[in-house]
């Protein structure tokens, strides 16, 4: 599946992996789980353990790439960087009649 079939079937889990201060200063996407880049190892069971695909994203789409190969690695099946979170945001506004 494509980022778009995942988003347009409204069946997944965001997380965002900037650090929380980011979010304070530039805004986040509601409903993101917030697991900043440098927590993803410590938390990849809890990350690993959700049964639908799983979208990351950050600023940029940059750390995000990280955290996917580094998830990808471990096992993660169904995951997508979804980019840069303002990006996203509009894909997710664009798609959201859809399902």
């Keep these: 599946m494509s980022?778009?079939?995942v988003i347009q079937s409204g069946n997944y889990e965001l997380i965002d992996v900037r650090e929380p201060m980011e979010l304070e200063m530039d805004g986040n996407i509601d409903?993101?789980?917030n697991i900043p880049l440098g927590e993803v190892e410590d938390r990849q069971g809890e990350i690993l353990s959700i049964e639908k695909p799983v979208?990351?994203?950050c600023r940029s789409g940059n750390r995000s790439g990280k955290a996917l190969d580094y998830l990808n690695n471990q096992g993660l099946k169904d995951g997508y960087n979804g980019?840069?979170?303002a990006e996203l945001k509009a894909v997710l506004e664009a798609n959201q009649g859809t399902f």
């Design 3 to 5: 980022l778009i079939e």
């Design 31 to 33: 409903g993101a789980k």
């Design 55 to 57: 979208i990351l994203f």
């Design 83 to 85: 980019g840069g979170w």
